[in-house]
């Protein structure tokens, strides 16, 4: 079975820019979630989406939004890119939402704003 | 305010010795706690999770963890370690039907 797949794995944009990272979740699960992985700052909260919706955020300012598909992947978009939004975007889904459900991540997108 | 807390960033072990690694939560009640280990170049894949019963739970690869709520602790143990468990580990915290909350993690070194 596979597991859940990101696109792309590198990404290079220059400030201001906009960002698109996409994310096939395992076959099944309908929730799927975006983490930042910043350097030294550990894993942040940005989205859940969960059969369609977007079931919560973390503190992340507007211009991080996305969506789900009818199919369950997802997406993340980041505008007016800022240098401090170069991280590792981590996704993961699982079988439904709640927070007790097992997450199973991608490998992430290196995302580089220079 | 809310937060995971781990507190050691970095632990150096050498390979045979014991481990515990140190994670703890400021929440009004009881959440879902999880362990997780990130792999270099991998994704973070799940040791073990509580969510109500026993306050010692098993995990993969050896791991366990005891949830003591006094303490508003939940620390990861092996009794043995190897040097395939060098990684870093994530502790998260998910209060119920809330946010996800992940802590800054411990960076795991091996010795020989």
């Known amino acids: 079975e596979a597991g859940v797949t990101q696109s792309p794995t590198h990404l290079i944009k220059t400030r201001g820019q906009q960002a698109t990272l996409r994310c096939s979740p395992i076959s099944g699960h309908t929730s799927v979630y975006w983490y930042q992985q910043a350097l030294g700052l550990g894993l942040q909260f940005l989205l859940w989406?969960?059969?369609?919706?977007?079931?919560n955020r973390g503190n992340f300012p507007p211009r991080f939004s996305g969506r789900q598909f009818p199919n369950y992947s997802s997406e993340l978009n980041v505008n007016a890119l800022e240098l401090e939004d170069s991280a590792l975007y981590l996704c993961?889904?699982?079988?439904?939402?709640?927070?007790?459900?097992?997450?199973?991540f991608g490998p992430g997108t290196r995302l580089t704003v220079l | 305010a809310q937060s995971v807390t781990q507190p050691d960033i970095h632990i150096t072990v050498s390979e045979g010795a014991s481990l515990e690694l140190r994670c703890n939560y400021s929440?009004?009640?009881?959440?879902?706690l999880f362990w997780y280990v990130q792999s270099p170049g991998q994704g973070l894949q799940l040791l073990l999770k509580?969510?109500?019963?026993?306050?010692l739970v098993q995990g993969i690869k050896g791991f366990e963890a005891e949830f003591k709520r006094s303490q508003s602790s939940f620390n990861l143990r092996k009794p043995s370690v190897h040097w395939s468990d060098a990684a870093e580990y994530f502790c998260a915290v998910v209060p119920r039907f809330n946010k996800f909350y992940f802590g800054s993690g411990t960076k795991l070194n091996v010795k020989p």
């Open positions: 929440y009004g009640a009881t959440p879902y």
């Open positions: 989406y969960d059969e369609g919706e977007e079931r």
């Open positions: 509580y969510f109500s019963g026993d306050t």
């Open positions: 993961a889904s699982s079988l439904g939402g709640g927070g007790t459900d097992t997450q199973y």
